[in-house]
């Protein structure tokens, strides 16, 4: 399934840029169109092998030498286009005196930070705004605690669902946000990858104010 499915993404990425001004304008519309599909199918499939890893008892955390500084701008970048559609305020902050190299998984933390900020900005109206954050908060010998952080104004989580919210296949259900899509298992898929690095995901959120999503990682270096 995948091995297709990239292949549509590329090239439709490449026809949807138009560098060579063989299509018009719908067309380029169009190629964009199959590019958002097929990356969100693409989500979907990745969300549904790992929860599959999850149940089976398959899922692990690959503990090397990353560069939390490059895994973060990565995020950020690979976001920023689609706040812009949504003319969103993207904020990126990360404390300069984080060391380039510390020993952890990048490739889960990179997965956990785009299922937060993929939330943040499905969630987040029209020229809304989103704090991403990485925070240097404590710094001992050969430990540091870092603090991932994402923050919107969006819709907000009821008080009464914020403890489902890690269910997987959950999703708030009341009537400001059925019209959003998703399968629900991102955040379980997070909050499980969060667990087996050490630490928990932590939510605060109200109604029509938005939400904040983060965790604490002590990470040696």
């Not at 304008?25 to 499939?45: A, P, R, S, T, Y």
């Not at 900020?117 to 109206?125: D, L, P, S, Y």
């Not at 009537?175 to 690095?197: C, D």
Request: aromatic residues 6%.
């Amino acid at each position: 399934l995948k091995t297709p499915l990239n292949s549509i993404i590329v090239i439709s990425s490449i026809m949807g840029k138009n560098k060579n001004q063989k299509l018009d304008n719908e067309q380029v519309k169009n190629m964009k169109i199959i590019n958002n599909c097929g990356n969100d199918l693409l989500f979907l499939i990745n969300d549904i092998l790992d929860i599959s890893k999850i149940e089976s008892g398959n899922f692990d955390i690959n503990i090397k030498e990353t560069n939390i500084n490059e895994v973060c701008k990565n995020v950020y970048e690979l976001f920023s286009n689609k706040a812009d559609e949504k003319n969103i305020n993207f904020n990126f902050k990360i404390n300069k005196d984080i060391p380039n190299c510390v020993l952890s998984d990048g490739i889960r933390i990179r997965q956990v930070l785009s299922n937060l900020i993929n939330n943040a900005i499905k969630f987040t109206k029209l020229n809304g705004e989103i704090d991403f954050e990485v925070l240097l908060i404590e710094n001992k010998d050969e430990l540091i605690k870092l603090r991932f952080l994402v923050k919107d104004n969006g819709i907000g989580i009821p008080s009464n669902k914020l403890l489902n919210i890690f269910e997987p296949f959950i999703q708030v259900d009341n009537e400001s946000n059925r019209q959003y899509e998703g399968t629900g298992l991102g955040l379980s898929i997070s909050s499980h990858i969060v667990k087996l690095l050490g630490s928990k995901i932590e939510v605060s959120s109200k109604i029509d104010l938005g939400s904040s999503f983060w965790f604490d990682l002590e990470v040696s270096v």
